[in-house]
């Protein structure tokens, strides 16, 4: 009776993963590290909120994927060592990747590599008693890249992943973050 629970399970494992699950995929990812370093301040951003991305995708085939998302970093303080003083930056992108799958004999993992544009949005505030004054706020568009690895169980896929965005007025932007993928159509 084992044997046969054991085999009914592997069974159904490899159904679930015989392919890749082709189609249209949304799916959403927290940050399990920022960074938003250097630029114009010298020191880096201590980020106090969780960043996350929204995750809207297409993969016609099992080796190539188009995916666009949007990324929030949340609040970044700089501390200052005035009393109630503040420096506050505020960071969106919003990204196009095209994403290309490694070939691997293992059915349930897929390691990609992917590159494109990302479209930012900061805004850097400088808080005193009084009140708030605007400090700088930039948007650009530059090349972005990354790098991931994904589990999948038929249409969910669990994901780990690595992005750096070239912005400027920084030295150095970047994602690490865990999340999964549903495929619909």
């Given at each position: ?10 069974a159904l494992l490899a159904t679930c993963a015989s392919a890749a699950d082709n ?130 169980l038929s249409s969910l896929a669990v994901r780990l992943e690595y992005e750096r ?21």
């Open positions: 009776m084992r044997r046969f629970i054991a085999f009914a399970g592997l189609g249209v995929y949304l799916g959403a990812a927290m940050g399990v590290d920022g960074t938003l370093k250097g630029g114009q301040f010298q020191t880096d951003l201590d980020l106090k909120h969780q960043p996350y991305k929204l995750i809207i995708g297409v993969r016609p085939i099992d080796l190539f994927a188009v995916e666009a998302s949007y990324v929030d970093f949340g609040k970044a303080t700089l501390p200052v060592p005035q009393i109630d003083t503040a420096l506050d930056a505020k960071a969106k992108l919003y990204d196009a990747f095209a994403i290309g799958y490694l070939p691997l004999p293992l059915p349930l993992l897929d390691l990609y590599a992917k590159a494109g544009l990302a479209h930012w949005d900061t805004d850097v505030r400088f808080t005193t008693f009084p009140g708030t004054q605007s400090l700088f706020s930039d948007s650009g568009t530059g090349f972005a890249y990354g790098a991931g690895a994904q589990v999948r965005f070239n912005v400027s007025n920084a030295d150095r932007v970047d994602l690490a973050s865990l999340g999964f993928t549903w495929t619909f159509l």
